[in-house]
């Protein structure tokens, strides 16, 4: 009979923080032991030391995981093209189904409570921030520029875009009734549109 294929770290690694990401969403953060993943995720607790030393090295990287879903949402932002389309796009791609569900809201809100604890997750999730602050801000320069937008303040502009998109992705489900998830977003993108003074 032949042996069962041993996976390597590259393979068991994802699976791990896979698992991590299940118990927390399931549990929440604080009753996710190294115990309760190792069995979600078929391998023996030693093994996940083994990989990733400890429990706090193993949430940093699945924090990091957390943060390149949203980077990738990020980097297909657009750049370029007509500007009366781009901004189509960038508040298309906002307020859309995929943004809102990069991610398990539970998952978020508890780096997030984390980031409060912890000056490492901390500096990592303001790093993310911070990119997309400068991309909308770079952005609401050029398309009040291109006079698509109008606006005085295009810097206040992007922290007021970033409170209105953040609240509405964070707080929707305590807020929104069941099959009215497009009719949010279609009021949110509206709401946009008005603080950026276009139709």
Known sequence: MAGRKRQSADER??????????VI???GFEN???AKVAKQAGVHASLIIHYFGSKEKMVMALVDEVLRTYAALF???PEGGDPEERLECLLSLIWSREWYEAASFSVVFSFLALSQRDAEVMERVRNLYGNYRRYLNKQMALLSDAGVIRVDDP???TEALISLSEG???FCQYHIKAGTFDAHCANMIRSARLLLGTK
């Open 13 to 22: 690694k994802p699976a791990i923080l896979k698992a991590f990401y299940e």
């Open 25 to 27: 969403e399931a549990e």
């Open 32 to 34: 996710a032991s190294v």
């Open 75 to 77: 980097a297909r932002l």
């Open 155 to 157: 810097q206040a502009t």
């Open 168 to 170: 509405s992705h964070y």
